[in-house]
Structure formats: structure tokens, C-alpha cells
């Protein structure tokens, strides 16, 4: 979602601000500007599309200064154009948000009533008109600013800049992350630690409902009852050349070729040295005592769940229920004694997902979450966190995250299963070989990318393509329709195989490919039974199955994709290799935005 920067430095601050909104693209935005205070005068620049039209207006109309505020935003109230764009300024008030001020009508009727007009679409406009009405009123500017923070509803991630104020940023957070850095007579304000990166190493997390009053050399920070709050500082390492694409022509690309050294350094934080065992943080999971599992998350998070629940259920015997973030919470589940709520989410902000949580907080006898981001707000919540270890992820399509979550989740149901009698000792350490395996088949399957790339440039001529898969493999068709719809804007959709016959056969004529992804296991026979009925009404089969497969079922396919063999329990972390390949080389032939398709965002931090 919407990127935030806030600079109090010792430098020019707009090429800095420009910089620090580079690293925050991978969250997806529309249009973009910064605003500075210079010699006590404050000023902005915004422009629609990519920076680099930011950046070419800097050129032509410099903004100087060494105070100021920057954002790249995705549009919630508004249309994409240079008036919606933020900062948003009233007076000598400039305000950029993340987030929705859901209360933004009432707030605009209070405004007009004191005679206070409008210039944009936006619920943020009204944000900066309270704070300068407030000022107008003789507040001082931390005054001013904290009256308006107390009026808002809804979520936010807010950041001021004062005219005649080059030593004052406020910051406030509710519902959306923000994060402060500290430098040596430096201070930053940030979506998340990416954007702070280069600046400084040392952060800290605003907490719901805080709001800090930021100088060159003070952070004061109240929490949402205007208590002093101390938030830790922590020594935040990031690797800054993993936002580099290393010579790739995309993050995607390079994110989808890093899976087997990131799965090689998952494993190796959670499997112990001789593959006997595992090692969860503190304070662990008894198991023995968990009735029901609810997994819940969104995108490509909820298929991992998916994928989770048949390893839950089939080799630990613990029921399992998946939903979707969005929805979980406005059906009002009942939950069980003895229920663990397990939350999946890459940036650990997703604010369905966060919302879903709180919900089970105190209904729930564990919460648990598995995030990319240990310092998230997912993460700081649950009783306990465990790290997918993927490293920082910039293309907007989950690849080596969603492999991550796969891996992890694989492994608490593997230790699951031991510790509740479902599974020996050998047998455990049998499957945590396999685990320790699956790197170097990784690297064995990314070999299929130039067969991939051919097969893409005709799919990319296609307008609708079905999925289909059994078992495990059904979330697997699930994902490989979203990668494909998220980045190359074609319809596609997922059906369970043995659903088919019950309505989406009706859809199959030889110009919509039908991927069928099937692995020989104990499913396959059945599988090819409902690939038989798509080819005998014309349908155009592309096969994603291992040698043995492709031996016994590739007659009369349009192609096929092999696959290294590999234990049926972990095919579904391996089969997500070719759905993000196919995803990619299609958006490629179509020449469409690959890291940043239109419309979506990284991050979603609004509902």
C-alpha cells in the first residue's frame, strides 16, 4: 500500500526522500511527491505514474531543504492524478497517510460548517484542514496535531511537516505500521525498516495508537491515552543489496531463482544438526493439547493454508479450519477450548488479517503467526512467531515467500504428528531428510524455465485458462490462476479436478488451456481420468507431472512440463516453482508490469 518517508537530516532531504521512496515501489503506488521546509517556507512536488516522473519534475523545479515528508500512494478516495496525489497540504500543513480515515465524512461536514472548502477526492485532504484549522486557532503545531489525530476513525499511518518548522516531524500510527529511525543527529520516519535502510539500523516500532513528536536529537512518544511511552530500539539488518535485482531483468525473476538458498536457510534454523528433530522458538507448541486448528490469512498466504490444512489433518490428525482474513471475522466463529489460531502473512502487516487476529485474542488458546517480518505487528501480537526466513521480497507476486510459508508450515506439521504419537522417530526423520533434500531439487526444477518460456508465449495469447488439481495439488491450481491473473491480467481460475464435470467442463474448448498440475501419487489415476474428459471435448492440456507421470498419461496432451520426482508430502513446495515460471514468462511475453501490476499492492494495509 501506500509508502511513507519523514526526514529530519543533515543534508538535502529531497534526493534522500526520492531514495527512501525507490525502496518502498515494491508496495505499489500510483502517483508519488514530497514536500520540504526551507528557510522556514514549506513547499511540495507530486506527480502521477512511476518516480521517475517525480524525479524529472525535481530536476526542473528543485525542492531544497533538509526537512521533509515524502509518499508514493495507492489510490483508496480519488482517482490517480496530481490533485489527489499526496503530501496534501492546507495552509502551512502538509500531511501524507496511509491508510483510510473512515470518519471522513463527518469530519468534512464539521469543516464546512467552519466555513473550511475542499480541493481533492481525498479522506486525507480533511486531515490536513483539521490541523491547520486547529493551528488558525492559535494551537501550536504538536497541539494542533494531536487535537486532530484524536478526531480521526479508522486506520492510518500519518506523518506532519510544518511551515516555519524544519526541526518538527509528528508521526501517528493506528491500524497501519510505522516505523522511526535513529541516526546520529538524523531522524527518520518510514513505512517499514526497507525504506529506513540505507539511513540508519536502528528503529523503532510505533505501537497501536501512539503518536511521537520527532526532532534532530528527541523522539517523544505518547500512546493512545497521552501516556510517555517507551518504544525499544532495535538493531534492524538488512540486506540492502537484496532490494538490487543482481542483474536480473525483474525482482520476480530473482526471487523466484533465490527459493532454494532461502528454503536451505529455513530449514536450517528449524531442523537441528542431525535431521532428528525440530527446533521451535520459545515458548514452543504443546500439541498434545490442541484440539482444532483455524488457519487464517489472504492471497497466496490463504492457499499455503490450504496446503497446511491437508498436512494438519492427514499426518497429525488435528482438524483444521482455513479462511479468508477479510471474512473470518464478520461470520463471528464460535471457537473452541483447545483451539490454536494460526495467522500467515508475508509483511505481517495485512490489516484483514491483523483484524482476524485480534478477533481471536482471548478466544484462542495460542495465536500463532508465520511472517516474513519478525518485527511486524502480526509478529509482536501472537504468542508465538515463527519466521519464514525468505528475506526481504520486492515483487508484488509472492514467490519465494509463499515456498517459505509452505516450508515452515510443513515442518510444525511434521512436529506436530511427532508429538502427538501420529509419527515415529524414523519416520520424522525420514521426512526432515526429504526436507533437507528439497534445495537441490529446487535447483533441479528451476532447469525447466526455457521449455517454460516457450509453452508462455502461447499461453500469453490465451483470454481465459483453467487449473486444475487434486489433493494438495488443488491450492496448488489455486496459486498458479492468481500468479497468472496478478501479473498478466488473463482470466484464470481453479477448480478442484473432480469438480470439472460438475459445471466448469461446460467452459473447455480448444482455445482455453486447461493446466493440469499432478504429481504420480496416489491421486494421479484420477487426475488423468478428469484431464481425459477436458481432451476429449477439445480441450488443450498442458501436463505438470514427474517422468513417471508424463510415461503413463502425456499421450494426446498439448505439452508437458516434467518435474524432478520428489515424496508426494512435499510436492506442493516444489510444484509452485512451475506456477511461478508460467506466471512470469506469460507476463513477459505479453510485456506487462511484472513487478508491479496494476492496481495491487505489496502490502495491504487497509481493509
Not at 118 to 143: N, Y
Not at 526 to 547: P, W
Request: with cysteine; proline share 4%; aromatic share 6%.
Amino acid at each position: 500500500m501506500c509508502g511513507i518517508v519523514g526526514v529530519l537530516g543533515n543534508h538535502e532531504a529531497a534526493p534522500i526522500l526520492v531514495e527512501a521512496l525507490k525502496r518502498l515501489e515494491y508496495r505499489g503506488y500510483d502517483s508519488a511527491g514530497i514536500a520540504t521546509v526551507n528557510n522556514a517556507r514549506l513547499d511540495r512536488r507530486r506527480a502521477v505514474g512511476k518516480l521517475v516522473n517525480l524525479s524529472d519534475l525535481l530536476v526542473h523545479e528543485p525542492l531544497a531543504g533538509k526537512a521533509g515528508i515524502g509518499h508514493t500512494r495507492w489510490a483508496t478516495h480519488g482517482v490517480p492524478n496530481v490533485g489527489n496525489a499526496h503530501p496534501h497540504r492546507a495552509g502551512g500543513v502538509a500531511v501524507v497517510h496511509n491508510g483510510i480515515v473512515e470518519n471522513f465524512r463527518e469530519l468534512r461536514a464539521y469543516l464546512a460548517e467552519a466555513g473550511i472548502g475542499f480541493e481533492t477526492d481525498t479522506d486525507t485532504e480533511t486531515v490536513a484542514l483539521l490541523a491547520q484549522h486547529f493551528c488558525d486557532q492559535g494551537h501550536s503545531p504538536v497541539d494542533a496535531a494531536a487535537k486532530t489525530i484524536a478526531m480521526l476513525a479508522g486506520a492510518y499511518a500519518l506523518c506532519f511537516l510544518f511551515d516555519g518548522h524544519d526541526d518538527l516531524l509528528i508521526a501517528a500510527r493506528k491500524g497501519s505500521p510505522l516505523a522511526i529511525g535513529y541516526g546520529d543527529g538524523e531522524m527518520f520516519v518510514g513505512s517499514d525498516a526497507i525504506a529506513l535502510a540505507p539511513m540508519t539500523d536502528k528503529i523503532s516500532y510505533l505501537e497501536e495508537g501512539d503518536w511521537a513528536v520527532i526532532t534532530r536529537t528527541s523522539v517523544e512518544i505518547r500512546d493512545s491515552h497521552g501516556t510517555i511511552a517507551n518504544r525499544e530500539i532495535r538493531t534492524i539488518n538488512i540486506d540492502t543489496a537484496q532490494v538490487d535485482k543482481s542483474g536480473y531483468k525483474h525482482f520476480m525473476a530473482k526471487e523466484i531463482a533465490e527459493q532454494p538458498t532461502v528454503l536451505q536457510g529455513a530449514l536450517a534454523h528449524y531442523i537441528n544438526a542431525d535431521a532428528t528433530g525440530v527446533a521451535l522458538p520459545a515458548p514452543g507448541l504443546d500439541f498434545t493439547k490442541i484440539e482444532r486448528m483455524t488457519l487464517v490469512a489472504c492471497g497466496t498466504a490463504f492457499y499455503a493454508c490450504m496446503v497446511a490444512k491437508y498436512w494438519f489433518e492427514q499426518i497429525a490428525r488435528i482438524p483444521v479450519e482455513v479462511d479468508v482474513a477479510s471474512e473470518f471475522r464478520y461470520r463471528e466463529p464460535p471457537v473452541t477450548p483447545g483451539t490454536v489460531a494460526l495467522f500467515v502473512s508475508q509483511s505481517g502487516e495485512t490489516a484483514d488479517t491483523l483484524a482476524a487476529l485480534r478477533y481471536m485474542q482471548g478466544k484462542a488458546s495460542k495465536i500463532v503467526s508465520v511472517v516474513n517480518v519478525p518485527e511486524s505487528s502480526i509478529a509482536r501480537e501472537s504468542d508465538l512467531a515463527l519466521p519464514i526466513l525468505a528475506g526481504t521480497e520486492i515483487g508484488v507476486a509472492s514467490t519465494k515467500a509463499f515456498t517459505c510459508q509452505l516450508t515452515t508450515l510443513a515442518i510444525l506439521a511434521l512436529n506436530a504428528a511427532h508429538a502427538r504419537g501420529q509419527m515415529d522417530d524414523a519416520t520424522l526423520a525420514k521426512h526432515l531428510a526429504d526436507l533437507r533434500s528439497l534445495p537441490g531439487i529446487l535447483n533441479l526444477a528451476l532447469g525447466i524455465e526455457d521449455k517454460v518460456s516457450s509453452i508462455a508465449a502461447e499461453l500469453s495469447e490465451a483470454r481465459d485458462i483453467l487449473f486444475l488439481g487434486r489433493g494438495a495439488m488443488y491450492p496448488l491450481a489455486h496459486e498458479g490462476a492468481l500468479k497468472l491473473k496478478e501479473i498478466s491480467y488473463i482470466h484464470a481460475e481453479a477448480y478442484a479436478s473432480g469438480e470439472l464435470k460438475h459445471g466448469p467442463i461446460a467452459l473447455v474448448d480448444p482455445h482455453v488451456p486447461v493446466i493440469v498440475m499432478a504429481p504420480r501419487d496416489a491421486l494421479f489415476d484420477k487426475t488423468v481420468s478428469n484431464m481425459q474428459e477436458v481432451m476429449a471435448r477439445g480441450g488443450k492440456v498442458l501436463l505438470i507431472t514427474d517422468q513417471k507421470g508424463a510415461t503413463e498419461a502425456s499421450e494426446g496432451v498439448w505439452n508437458t512440463i516434467i518435474m524432478p520426482e520428489i515424496d508426494p508430502l512435499l510436492a506442493p513446495i516444489l510444484y509452485a516453482v512451475p506456477a511461478q515460471l508460467l506466471a512470469y514468462h506469460t507476463a513477459v511475453a505479453k510485456g506487462t508490469d511484472v513487478d508491479q501490476p496494476r492496481n495491487l499492492a505489496k502490502s495491504v494495509t487497509v481493509e
